[in-house]
């Protein structure tokens, strides 16, 4: 059973292409994480949201806590995007539900 | 502010080998996490703590040990490693145990048992 499910598994993209990655959960949350991983590379925190959207450049995060779904957005998508996005839900404040990652490659 | 240190970033062990991969953060953090990442598994949880002297198992501990004597220091010990443990190591921490609270993330390990 997975708390957290993510599509697509793996993305394509031309650089300058709008992206959408999903997540869907099944557990009753208070905030859903997006994290980005570079290959070889650590892991960095996104975005934290509960509620509504948030922006940080090229990156929007959307949530629908009734429907248990959030999304991330990446507008005109560059080669330095491409990476392991990976949605992640708190159970405590140190623990998570982690999705299996969305490898993403855009090619110039 | 260095956030989350991991040492060393990449290791390679004999099976039978033990050894202690560090986890270090500056940030006064309670709650600190260990993770391992397999491919097509996503992370999973091997131990975690919520100050210094508390630590409980996560989804996978099996082969693994930790102990938190301090606030800011939080090892990972194999005991005898396993070609099974090969896999990227992670350590997490985060300020509080609420939900809506940030978790910063090492740069990982890199771990390989032959």
């Known amino acids: 059973k997975n708390e957290v499910e993510q599509s697509p598994q793996n993305l394509t993209a031309q650089e300058g292409e709008f992206i959408t990655i999903n997540c869907s959960y099944s557990v009753g949350i208070s905030a859903l994480h997006w994290l980005q991983q570079h290959p070889g590379g650590g892991i960095v925190s996104l975005f934290m949201l509960s509620s509504g959207k948030k922006k940080h450049g090229r990156l929007i995060a959307t949530i629908n806590i009734q429907e248990k779904h959030s999304s991330l957005h990446i507008t005109a998508s560059h080669p330095r995007d491409s990476a392991v996005y990976i949605c992640a839900v708190p159970f405590t404040g140190n623990q998570f539900y982690f999705g299996t990652g969305t490898s993403l490659t855009v090619i110039p | 502010n260095a956030g989350v240190t991991q040492t060393p970033k990449f290791q390679v062990l004999k099976t039978g080998q033990s050894m202690t991969l560090q986890c270090a953060q500056d940030m006064n953090h309670e709650y600190m996490s260990w993770y391992r990442q397999d491919p097509g598994m996503g992370l999973r949880l091997i131990h975690y703590s919520v100050g210094a002297g508390i630590t409980d198992q996560g989804e996978v501990p099996n082969g693994y040990n930790v102990s938190r004597s301090t606030t800011e220091d939080f090892p990972l010990r194999l005991l005898s490693a396993a070609p099974s443990q090969t896999s990227v190591y992670f350590c997490?921490?985060?300020?509080?145990?609420?939900?809506?609270?940030?978790?910063?993330f090492g740069q990982g390990t890199r771990l390989t048992v032959v």
């Open positions: 997490a921490s985060s300020y509080s145990y609420r939900l809506d609270t940030e978790a910063f």
